[in-house]
């Protein structure tokens, strides 16, 4: 196991959507580091995909669950109470969307509404309680630049992380005496299959100009790595960040704070 100065506060983790982009950084990263890790995904893994990943199923699970489906989240939630129990939850899952108020559909927003946000709290809705119940946890929401800044043709996109950010903090605020800690990261750019593929379907042929023009939107000058993510990720779930919570960490190379 690579040598890590942090240790995270349970092993016990549940990471929506962690079977890939920056999801499945978080998924391999805390597995290496002896976290028990239960993975909630539309779609799970194969057998193939998970040894070309490195993963040992014997601390690793793939659930195949739909997270707006708000029964069978506490169902399984519960279910794992009893045979693992439950210390940390990131909520990673999440779908973009492309257009501005005019350009969105009411059935576009829906869909952002229920994945994005509704997915997340029906996630914190059931952990919370057996976090209460044993007076500690940690819940790590996956917001984005987004939610504090403009950004062209997001509107739907937009709406949804300042959801995740509003929500950290009321989570952070309400369970602070229950020794529930809860933070929330915002990245920009990150450098995913979804990027690969939102620019051949986008810009088909021209695919190399736009993703230099995509990373230099990015004051550091490129878009960050998913590993890069997973790491911040690591330490707000360790027990050397005890004495952080109600927080959103902008990890944006720049974006938010620094002029071009």
């Not at 997270?67 to 210390?87: A, P």
């Not at 819940?139 to 950004?151: D, P």
């Not at 995913?192 to 939107?217: A, R, W």
Request: aromatic fraction near 8%.
């Amino acid at each position: 196991m690579p040598h890590n100065p942090f240790q995270l506060s349970s092993p016990f983790t549940i990471i929506t959507g962690g079977c890939s982009g920056i999801g499945l950084s978080i998924t391999k990263l805390f597995h290496d580091q002896g976290a028990i890790v239960d993975v909630f995904d539309l779609q799970k893994p194969t057998p193939e995909q998970i040894a070309e990943w490195g993963l040992n199923d014997s601390t690793i699970a793939f659930h195949e669950i739909d997270i707006t489906d708000q029964k069978r989240v506490k169902e399984l939630v519960s279910l794992l109470s009893i045979e693992r129990g439950i210390g940390l939850l990131i909520n990673n899952a999440g779908i973009a969307h492309v257009g501005n108020a005019v350009t969105t559909s009411s059935a576009d927003l829906d869909r952002i509404y229920q994945v994005n946000v509704k997915g997340a709290y029906n996630c914190m809705h059931a952990v919370l309680p057996f976090m209460q119940e044993q007076e500690q946890g940690v819940i790590l929401n996956m917001a984005s630049i987004a939610a504090t800044v403009g950004i062209s043709e997001r509107f739907a996109y937009s709406m949804s992380k300042g959801a995740i950010l509003s929500m950290t903090l009321s989570v952070a605020r309400d369970f602070i005496k229950k020794g529930i800690r809860c933070n929330c990261i915002s990245p920009a750019r990150v450098h995913t299959p979804f990027v690969d593929g939102f620019l051949k379907k986008h810009y088909g042929g021209q695919e190399k100009e736009m993703f230099e023009k995509l990373s230099l939107s990015q004051p550091i000058g490129r878009m960050g790595t998913p590993e890069e993510i997973a790491h911040l990720a690591f330490y707000l779930c360790s027990k050397q960040a005890a004495f952080i919570t109600g927080c959103d960490y902008a990890i944006d190379g720049g974006f938010t704070r620094i002029n071009n």
